[in-house]
């Protein structure tokens, strides 16, 4: 797997990242904004080219960073994840929903005709047992953390992994060294 | 637990991670690393508890010995040479972790214990970022039925503190283990309600021991679950034969 530092010194320019989130809340989403003005020192050197927080409506063929949030629950999710496995050269998993499964996954101790019924039967009172198949992506049998769909190159666990945690990874990235996510985040934080 | 002091114990020489250190004969591995304060990880092992030797999380290198040694389990002798955090030590370690996050179900997010769990601590002190192995996904029970206190399976490690504690320490002995491999688990009375225990007498001495969110207070949400132990130290010696 190639590595940030080679991309930067190859071409001196600004780092480009496309994040997006599969099955979780948005909570790692809003951690990385939580970096206040950092996020103008951050602008200086990476370029958003596809994510929740731009426009852009498609992820371009090479991307140097791809960051997901979120467990793998559909196929949807699944399809996100191999796109983005594809066209960029590093991925990290942000989150304990990407990294553990977490809360969605707590489902995969039920059968998924039990989740169906308990969605869709006993907890409605308007039309109860109409599940929805079109337009939205089925749901994968078993909720999986992102590494366990596609080779996943660096780790940020927490639920949400706090916004000092995401900069000083991010950091490390960008100056070209190895980050120690253990040193600044934990499973649950 | 220490073992007895007998008067006439002997101090023996040995070397850990290049330190040369000295420490009475009776002493275990685990012991004269703590006292020097070079960490091992350990679950199962407790002080003021007997010996499980349960978890291996606290496995040692010896040299000139092929095979690894609990260090928990292990005591000193003299000229010893003890690795304690060599690559493949630090490998097993991550391994075992890994395994008891992938056994049961752990959402550290939504657990009581967030933030006061050791087995959350020690994947981040043993460098674990992700489970490399499946995980089970096997339902485990929650007994709720207990008015001061709650068992959740889910959190379980199997790590006996609690049959330990209340056996030697409160000398109820509530608790015990049924089972083997993955259908392990520990029971109340002869796998009966927590709440329609007739021996527990709701010390909480097994809530307070139990490293995980296994074994809660009543009422306790997300991070909450504090626990204090300040009682083993103390009740472990008032016990020991004079
Ligand atoms: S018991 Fe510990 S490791 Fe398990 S979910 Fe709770 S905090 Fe996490
Ligand atoms: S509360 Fe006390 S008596 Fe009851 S099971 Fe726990 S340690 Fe044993
Ligand atoms: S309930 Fe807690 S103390 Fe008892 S075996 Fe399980 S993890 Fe250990
Ligand atoms: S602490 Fe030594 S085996 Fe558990």
């Known amino acids: 797997m190639s590595t940030l530092q080679q991309s930067t010194d190859a071409t001196p320019r600004k780092l480009t990242v496309a994040t997006a989130w599969l099955d979780g809340c948005s909570g790692c989403h809003m951690s990385f904004l939580d970096l206040d003005e950092r996020l103008l020192a951050l602008a200086e050197l990476i370029d958003v080219v596809y994510s929740p927080l731009v426009d852009a409506k498609q992820l371009p063929e090479q991307v140097d960073l791809g960051i997901l949030e979120g467990a793998v629950s559909n196929e949807n999710d699944l399809q996100q994840a191999r796109l983005f496995r594809q066209h960029c050269k590093v991925l990290i998993s942000l989150g304990d929903c990407a990294v553990t499964g977490n809360v969605p996954a707590m489902r995969n101790t039920f059968p998924l005709k039990a989740v169906f019924e308990r969605a869709y039967y006993e907890n409605v009172t308007q039309r109860p047992g109409v599940i929805p198949t079109i337009e939205v992506p089925a749901l994968l049998t078993y909720v999986q953390p992102l590494h366990a769909v596609v080779p996943v190159d660096i780790f940020i666990p927490g639920c949400p992994p706090r916004a000092d945690a995401i900069y000083t990874i991010l950091a490390d990235l960008l100056a070209g060294k190895t980050p120690d996510p253990n040193a600044v985040t934990r499973f649950g934080a | ?242």
Not at chain 2, 56 to 62: T, W
Not at chain 2, 72 to 81: D, L, N, P, Q
Not at chain 2, 89 to 117: D, K, M, P, Q, W
Not at chain 2, 218 to 227: F, L, P, R, W
Request: charged share 25%.
């Open chain 2, 1 to 242: 637990m220490p073992v007895a002091t007998s008067p006439a114990v002997r101090v023996v020489t040995l070397n850990i991670d290049g330190q040369d250190l000295s420490a009475r004969e009776d002493e275990t591995i685990i012991e004269v690393c703590r006292e020097h304060r070079i960490p091992i990880p350990s679950l199962c092992h407790l002080d003021g508890l007997t010996l499980w030797g349960g978890c291996r999380l606290c496995l040692v290198e010896m040299a000139g010995q092929e095979r690894l040694f609990a260090a928990c389990s292990t005591r000193v002798a003299e000229g010893m040479h003890i690795l304690t955090n060599t690559e493949r030590l630090r490998r097993y370690r991550r391994t075992i972790v890994e395994l008891l996050f992938a056994e049961r179900n752990h959402v550290c997010a939504v657990c009581v214990s967030n933030g006061h769990c050791e087995l959350q601590a020690l994947a981040q002190t043993c460098g674990v970022t992700h489970v490399t192995v499946p995980y089970r996904h096997q339902r485990y029970d929650v007994d709720s039925s207990h008015e001061m206190f709650r068992v959740d399976h889910n959190r379980c490690i199997l790590c006996t503190r609690c049959v330990r504690v209340c056996d030697q320490i409160e000398g109820a002995h509530t608790w015990d283990v049924k089972g083997r491999g993955s259908d392990c688990q520990v029971i109340t009375d002869l796998a009966q309600p927590w709440g329609e225990s007739s021996t527990c007498t709701s010390c909480g001495k097994c809530v307070q021991v139990c490293p995980t969110g296994a074994l809660v207070e009543q009422g306790t949400s997300v991070g909450e679950m504090v626990k204090d132990r300040r009682f083993l130290p103390i009740l472990a010696r008032r016990r020991q034969p004079r």
